[in-house]
């Protein structure tokens, strides 16, 4: 069964500072990769997706992600942060072909410290 | 071009209550799908729809019915509400991938 884990709940940064949230996923082939957004009393919002391809992902706000087969991974990240970035970061995998349907990681809260 | 939309914004049951919440979308999409968010738990799928006429269970379906009638439209009830099902929950339709509705706040006393 696919399932992903985010193993950072809360993460603390520097307006400024670069940024990398960890995602690792369990699929047995090439899943569909997701990062969505959650600002505070919102909808999720689609930063990036990887279907196939180039494994370097650009998405909107500046950030981009790394598709890592061998590590299972699909890590998010951004060189330098703005304080409107503070919001929670969701990983999700989905299965090609398969309804659609995606399973999502548990959420890393990002703060920002002026 | 609305998107996916939810009714209503929030909501508060007493235990025992019945209600039904609404998704609408005007993409034309085949594919709907609930969810509810609970703190530290992401989001979790309770029921999804592949077309018109068509429901399916997703991971926590228990306590919940739902129906699409009509392809914009995907409903979900709840027929007798309980505190455990206070949650905000979205709805989202998708082709390739999944939009978001902006979510309803429910709470059960």
């Known amino acids: 069964a696919q399932s992903v884990t985010q193993p950072d709940i809360h993460i603390t940064v520097s307006e400024g500072a670069s940024l990398e949230l960890r995602c690792n996923y369990s699929?047995?082939?090439?899943?569909?990769l997701f990062w969505y957004v959650q600002s505070p009393g919102q909808g999720l919002q689609l930063l990036l997706k990887y279907f196939s391809g180039d494994t370097l992902v650009q998405g909107i706000k500046g950030f981009e992600a790394e598709f890592k087969r061998s590590q299972s991974s699909f890590n998010l990240r951004k060189p330098s942060v703005h304080w409107s970035d503070a919001a929670e970061y969701f990983c999700a995998v989905g299965t090609p072909n398969r309804d659609d349907k995606i399973i999502f990681g548990k959420g890393t809260r990002l703060h920002i410290l002026p | 071009n609305a998107g996916v939309t939810q009714t209503p914004k929030f909501r508060v049951l007493k235990t025992g209550q019945s209600m039904t919440l609404l998704c609408a979308q005007d993409m034309n999409h085949e594919y709907m799908y609930w969810y509810r968010q609970d703190p530290g738990m992401g989001l979790r799928l309770i029921h999804y729809?592949?077309?018109?006429?068509?429901?399916a269970k997703g991971e926590v379906p228990d306590g919940y019915n739902v129906s699409r009638l009509k392809k914009q439209n995907f409903l979900l009830g709840l027929e007798s509400a309980a505190p455990s099902q206070t949650s905000v929950y979205f709805c989202?339709?998708?082709?390739?991938?999944?939009?978001f509705g902006p979510g309803t706040r429910l709470t059960v006393l």
């Open positions: 989202a339709s998708s082709q390739n991938e999944q939009f």
């Open positions: 699929y047995g082939a090439t899943p569909y």
């Open positions: 729809s592949v077309g018109e006429g068509t429901t």
